[in-house]
């Protein structure tokens, strides 16, 4: 699942540090989640979509699988 996380809070001027302390995570979990390589809980998705004043549709990017081929 890819996410807009990066851009919203980079237009709001705030760090990592400063989004982790605002919705209660470590820097450490706003960097795996900005960079794709953890999915947040929908809690956490609806409290990140809050304080970057968006909403979780806006935030992220669900990739459906590609449908398979019929042979």
């Given at each position: 699942?890819?996410?807009?996380?990066?851009?919203?809070?980079?237009?709001?001027?705030?760090?990592?540090?400063?989004?982790?302390?605002?919705t209660n995570v470590t820097r450490q979990t706003i960097n795996a989640i900005e960079n794709n390589k953890y999915d947040p809980t929908l809690a956490l998705a609806f409290n990140l979509a809050a304080v970057l004043n968006t909403t979780v549709q806006e935030l992220f990017i669900h990739e459906r699988p590609q449908e398979r081929e019929h042979e």
């Open positions: 699942m890819e996410n807009h996380i990066h851009d919203r809070r980079k237009a709001l001027k705030l760090s990592q540090d400063e989004l982790a302390k605002l």
